[in-house]
């Protein structure tokens, strides 16, 4: 069935059924009873892309992120597409890896989908040099940004502090008398760029050497972790407690740590489910996906609605304490 059945077997036309179908007050009641009960009769349903033409909305929200097997990733597509449910609005998922050309070949494919608007999940979308192509998506639809900033016309952020998050952990630290602090990293994103800068700057806020031997760049695997951290002490690199920019890095440590007989504090982030589940249980900085994910549908659907909405949003950290780090040991 189509729209030019319906409207024949109604007895009506083609413009009255599209009437009908969105709503239109400008029926009389007998004609919309008379059209529904064909659409009822046939269980009809209108092709969404060529309703979305005449409604200008597709209810369709695109959704690009780096890796859904990271665990950041996958919770935050959960608790967005869960939240977009809500809302009557579907989601189209596209993961593009870190590759720029991919990057912008998926947004692009999400904009000839008619998508209403455009959701970035992480800071990995931030390019150093060129995000012309952020900007000419958020000519077209609003494009929201989750734990990431790029300030450009019709874009749209919430993201968490994750630097002075960073810096208040290396000061939790330093209270415990511990000087020489380990941080482990993998990429430099905007989030990973923040976080090292926390590093930094809690260290010379605590009057503390920043030691260029104590940041290490790490692969993002747990025995490439394990392997690197043993090869530190191995070779008398010293430090006496251990941050990591994500929590599988800080877990590749804690084992390498067991391996050499060694126990000192350990600081994790992100707050996943792998800090739960390792033993001893894992010391991580929450960055508030909880939050931040229905802050930015709210943003989103205040968009839509036509409402005045902020750029940009920023949201504190918190600091899960577990096993391997407490801030009222001594």
Do not use: W
Not at 88 to 110: I, P, R
Not at 165 to 178: F, G, I, M
Not at 249 to 266: D, F, N, R, T, Y
Request: with cysteine; net charge negative; hydrophobic share 40%.
């Amino acid at each position: 069935m189509n729209i030019y059945d319906i409207a024949q077997r109604s007895g009506v036309s083609i413009a009255t059924v599209s009437r009908v179908m969105n709503g239109s007050p400008n029926v009389s009641a007998a004609t919309r009873e008379k059209v529904m009960a064909v659409i009822e009769a046939e269980d009809y349903i209108p092709n969404a892309f060529a309703r979305g033409l005449n409604l200008n909305s597709m209810k369709i929200i695109g959704i690009l992120c780096t890796d859904i097997a990271d665990t950041f990733y996958a919770k935050a597509v959960s608790l967005v597409e869960g939240l977009l449910r809500r809302y009557g609005f579907d989601a189209l998922l596209c993961c593009t890896g870190n590759d720029l050309e991919d990057k912008k070949k998926y947004l692009e494919l999400l904009l000839a989908k008619r998508v209403d608007a455009v959701i970035l999940i992480g800071s990995a979308f931030k390019e150093d040099v060129d995000n012309s192509h952020i900007e000419s998506a958020a000519k077209q639809v609003p494009v929201i940004i989750i734990n990431g900033l790029v300030e450009l016309p019709g874009t749209y952020c919430v993201t968490c502090d994750e630097q002075s998050a960073v810096a208040q952990n290396v000061a939790l630290l330093s209270r415990q008398k511990h000087r020489e602090i380990l941080y482990l990293y993998d990429i430099l994103t905007y989030s990973g760029s923040s976080k090292l800068s926390g590093y930094r700057a809690g260290m010379k806020q605590c009057g503390l050497p920043v030691d260029e031997s104590l940041i290490v760049q790490v692969p993002k695997s747990v025995d490439e972790v394990k392997r690197r951290v043993i090869s530190l002490l191995e070779s008398g690199v010293s430090f006496s407690a251990v941050m990591a920019s994500e929590d599988l890095l800080a877990i590749g440590a804690m084992k390498a740590l067991q391996e050499c007989g060694l126990s000192m504090p350990v600081i994790g982030f992100n707050n996943s489910i792998l800090s739960e589940c390792c033993s001893p249980s894992l010391t991580s900085v929450d960055n508030m996906l909880d939050t931040l994910c229905p802050a930015a549908i709210s943003m989103l659907t205040g968009i839509l609605e036509g409402k005045s909405v902020p750029q940009k949003m920023v949201i504190s950290a918190t600091l899960v304490q577990r096993d391997t780090f407490r801030a009222d040991r001594q």
